[in-house]
């Protein structure tokens, strides 16, 4: 069974950086879309980045240009890296794995294996 589980969440400044890391166990995950999300308090999940099996990445408006979304096969681990953090990106952030059959990647409803989010509080 497919399990995931997020680390390097935490509390940071306005303009710092962190490294989220999602170690994933089960092979079926390299066959298909890894994303990131977030929940910020009291609003909706939504999509932060993605990462296809060929490296393909895809972003959200919001974060391009100052998040990166990689992974390492070996590793068996996504990983986010986050710079230029902002008050707005304080938010409990998952990563997840894509059914198969694609859609979009910011999609929730094509998600069915999540970790247990990590939390991300950005302080201006």
């Known amino acids: 069974q497919l399990q995931l589980a997020e680390s390097g969440g935490g509390s940071v400044q306005d303009g710092g950086s962190l490294r989220l890391s999602c170690k994933a166990s089960?092979?079926?995950?390299?066959?298909?879309?890894m994303t990131w999300f977030r929940q910020p308090p009291g609003k909706e999940r939504e999509g932060v980045a993605a990462i296809s099996t060929d490296g393909t990445t895809w972003y959200a408006d919001s974060v391009k240009g100052r998040f990166i979304i990689s992974k390492d096969n070996a590793k068996n681990t996504l990983y986010l890296q986050m710079n230029s953090l902002k008050a707005e990106d304080t938010a409990m952030y998952y990563c997840?794995?894509?059914?198969?059959?694609?859609?979009?990647?910011?999609?929730?409803?094509?998600?069915?294996?999540w970790g247990q989010g990590t939390q991300v509080t950005v302080s201006s």
């Open positions: 997840a794995v894509q059914e198969p059959g694609g859609g979009f990647w910011y999609d929730t409803s094509r998600y069915k294996h």
């Open positions: 089960g092979s079926t995950y390299r066959r298909t879309v």
